[in-house]
Nanobody
Framework: VQLVESGGGLVQPGGSLRLSCAAS????????MSWYRQAPGKERELVAR????????NYADSVKGRFTISRDNAKNTVYLQMNSLKPEDTAVYYC?????????WGQGTQVTVSS
């Protein structure tokens, strides 16, 4: 299993970014996918989750209405569209998959929200 995130960067408050996570090594369309984030000095937290067919999504209260998780099973890719970004969204963002009872993680992509 390999998960590769991309799309992070520096953005001003109120701006937008779209993160991508390219998956390989497993049957992507069979598994739910998640985005987590970890800010300096804080524990890793779940940001959003999407079921295997994309029919159900869940979000942390802190990002509801601002972030949207989606997936393209034909491209084995999951996305996180982040709008109205705030400084408190600054963190390393990780893609994650639970495959056959084992958790897999990407290397993470840094998102920094600052003026």
């Amino acid at each position: 299993v390999q998960l590769v995130e991309s799309g992070g960067g520096l953005v001003q408050p109120g701006g937008s970014l779209r993160l991508s996570c390219a998956a390989s090594g497993f049957t992507f369309s069979r598994y739910a996918m998640s985005w987590y984030r970890q800010a300096p000095g804080k524990e890793r937290e779940l940001v959003a989750r999407i079921t295997n067919a994309g029919g159900t999504t869940n979000y942390a209260d802190s990002v509801k209405g601002r972030f949207t998780i989606s997936r393209d099973n034909a491209k084995n890719t999951v996305y996180l569209q982040m709008n109205s970004l705030k400084p408190e969204d600054t963190a390393v963002y990780y893609c994650s998959a639970l495959v056959l009872f084992r958790s897999y993680w990407g290397q993470g992509t840094q998102v920094t929200v600052s003026s």
